[in-house]
């Protein structure tokens, strides 16, 4: 990424050589990271699982700790069918 968050097209294409899982989270509407820059991350990763909390921004993780805690134990777990089960409003895979 460049510049105030645009992608830049070397970069990005990288990103599909990782390999290794990723839980990407954001909150569905952050000014800082911009959030549609976790959909952009989560899709480009080959074994991303993605989660937006809603109605939050930058700090989702003071509003949902609970939600992202348990998200984050199912996903570091492996447990598939668990990660997968929409939990939020905005939880995509």
């Keep these: 990424m460049v510049g105030a968050g645009i992608p830049e097209a070397s970069a990005l294409s990288r990103l599909a050589a990782i390999t290794q899982s990723t839980f990407v989270a954001n909150g569905d509407n952050d000014t800082m990271i911009h959030t549609e820059n976790s959909y952009l991350l989560a899709h480009l990763l080959p074994n991303a699982q993605l989660g937006i909390y809603p109605d939050s ?8 700790p609970e939600l992202f805690a348990d998200q984050s134990r ?18 995509h895979r």
């Design 57 to 64: 921004g930058h700090g989702f993780l003071d509003q949902y």
């Design 74 to 91: 199912r996903f570091s777990t492996a447990d598939e069918a668990a990660i997968r089960r929409p939990v939020a409003p905005h939880y």
